[in-house]
């Protein structure tokens, strides 16, 4: 592991996961961005609800979904 190894085996531990299903991001947008390209491919559609986070749309925008 690297820096966040520790931060990884709580995660998975409170919430009785493997560590490797969990992801750390820096933060709501990088989450979101990487769920995204997980997820979806090029004219694919997501619903966010509303009101919601704002970069969300943008998010999805730059990513032509």
Same mark, same amino acid.
């Given at each position: 592991?690297?820096?966040? =190894?520790?931060?990884?085996?709580?995660?998975?531990?409170?919430?009785?996961?493997?560590k490797d299903d969990?992801?750390?991001?820096?933060?709501? =947008?990088l989450a979101?961005?990487?769920?995204?390209?997980?997820?979806?491919?090029?004219?694919?559609?997501?619903?966010?609800?509303?009101?919601?986070?704002?970069?969300?749309?943008?998010?999805?925008?730059?990513?032509?979904?």
């Amino acid at each position: 592991g690297g820096e966040d =190894s520790g931060s990884i085996e709580i995660f998975s531990e409170i919430f009785k996961t493997s560590k490797d299903d969990v992801y750390l991001t820096a933060g709501g =947008s990088l989450a979101i961005w990487v769920t995204m390209n997980l997820l979806a491919g090029d004219g694919d559609n997501f619903l966010f609800p509303s009101p919601g986070f704002p970069l969300s749309l943008t998010i999805a925008k730059s990513m032509k979904l």
